[in-house]
């Protein structure tokens, strides 16, 4: 299902073109504070390409309607549009089958799915759930409702130092109460690009099902479902240069055909009775009501611009920012870094002596820098580094080294204050 894939990125990985890159997104043509936008934040949100933004407005303008069950033009053209994502996401995930591919609100709306759908029939006193210590909120959070309403229990794999998991401590951590392993593909707070295939063949080895939440992978890496053997697979399409509130969950059919629904109403039934109902056959099983149509519809647009580009080009694209980032970040006295991992994706989180990282925000988005600051939804990470918050930047495939210097120019101004 990837060879199309593999092919045109192999195609595009020696022609990237930054500058025809950027020309695709409008937000970018933009002044901030009298100097040239150098978005910054994508580890939050990405920015939209024109036929992202181009296909939601056609959905509107013309082929808006309710998707399934009508006969007439413009449902049908909504449908063919919706149902041609799912063909898409199936085939950017190399998923075995277009069934496997839920649509939902995006990555938090896909992990208490299947924390309610599928771990909390499987919990009770003794069972565990465990999760890493650098997950984000909606990886941990969810699991803890779930431990809550079953008597079930959390348990936390630590991190080293550079922010990498201690993988060689998984197998004491995994046993027969384990009734899951959630984790981050790649740490949003981090940037650490966890070694999932090595860890859900240590799990599986246990009998471990695994998630992995991949909201800030789905843009950055080339992503294999079935080479992973992964159970799960979470994403939110505003990660992929796509809209807000729309997502996936990717299942395996034998855990998806076996799960009850998450939510009742429409379009997920088969029959509904006062006596009873029955339940639409997969993926449909787990999309009760009128979806995000054109949010679905747009996705695919993103998936499409994603697949032109090639990932891999974005890949090498991302990781030669990063090393300059890294490089020139490091030269500003009083500046450290937090997150040193081996195998890193092109984010960066950094404190400042005598600087808060709010403060830090403030400054650079004086000389047009977009940069985010908090704890990132990583609170229990935040703890373990001893720091309140961070400073973040965190690179797209647009982002230029214009971008970086203009990150730096902020940075020595932010010092030098």
């Known amino acids: 299902m990837n060879e199309a894939r593999t092919s045109n990125t192999q195609a595009t990985a020696s022609a990237f073109d930054q500058n025809a890159v950027r020309a695709q997104f409008p937000v970018l043509h933009q002044e901030v504070n009298g100097r040239p936008l150098a978005y910054l934040d994508n580890a939050a949100t990405t920015q939209k390409p024109r036929r992202v933004i181009q296909a939601i407005n056609d959905y509107y303008e013309r082929d808006n309607s309710n998707v399934h069950r009508a006969i007439h033009v413009l449902s049908t053209r909504a449908t063919a549009g919706y149902e041609g994502t799912r063909d898409k996401m199936a085939a950017f995930l190399n998923a075995a089958k277009r069934e496997e591919i839920i649509f939902t609100r995006g990555t938090t709306d896909a992990i208490n799915l299947v924390a309610q759908s599928f771990a909390r029939p499987r919990l009770q006193p003794g069972a565990e759930i465990l999760v890493t210590e650098m997950e984000h909120h909606s990886n941990i959070v969810p699991w803890q409702l779930a431990c809550e309403q079953t ?39 981090l940037g650490t690009i966890n070694p999932v295939a090595q860890i859900i063949q240590i799990a599986h080895a246990h009998n471990v099902p695994v998630l992995l939440d991949g909201a800030q992978a789905s843009a950055h890496l080339r992503l294999d479902v079935q080479a992973l053997d992964v159970d799960f697979y979470a994403l939110s399409a505003h990660k992929m240069y796509g809209p807000t509130g729309t997502g996936v969950l990717y299942g395996k059919e034998k855990w998806l055909a076996e799960m009850p629904p998450y939510q ?58 990063l090393e300059k980032a890294t490089a020139a970040m490091q030269q500003i006295p009083g500046l450290r870094i937090i997150g040193t991992a ?62 970086i210097d203009a990150l730096v120019e902020g940075l020595t101004k932010a010092h030098k204050l």
């Open 151 to 189: 008597g079930a229990q959390l348990k936390v794999l630590p991190i080293n130092d550079r922010g990498e998991l201690e993988v060689d401590q998984l197998e004491h951590y995994l046993n027969k109460n384990t009734c899951l392993l959630a984790l981050g593909h790649i740490s949003n707070a």
């Open 264 to 321: 009742g109403g429409g379009d997920m039934i088969e029959t509904v009775s006062f006596q009873g109902s029955t339940w639409n056959e997969l993926p449909y099983k787990f999309e009760a009501g009128t979806p995000n149509i054109a949010g679905v519809i747009s996705m695919g647009a993103a998936i499409d611009f994603l697949d032109e580009v090639g990932i891999d080009a974005i890949a090498m694209h991302e990781h030669a920012l």
């Open 342 to 403: 081996q195998e890193k994706s092109a984010i960066i989180s950094f404190v400042m002596d005598n600087a808060h990282p709010h403060d830090i925000g403030t400054i650079v988005d004086q000389v047009g820098v977009a940069i985010r600051t908090g704890h990132h939804c990583a609170m229990p990470l935040m703890h373990r580094f001893g720091v309140p918050a961070t400073a973040r930047a965190s690179f797209a495939c647009y982002n230029s080294a214009k971008d």
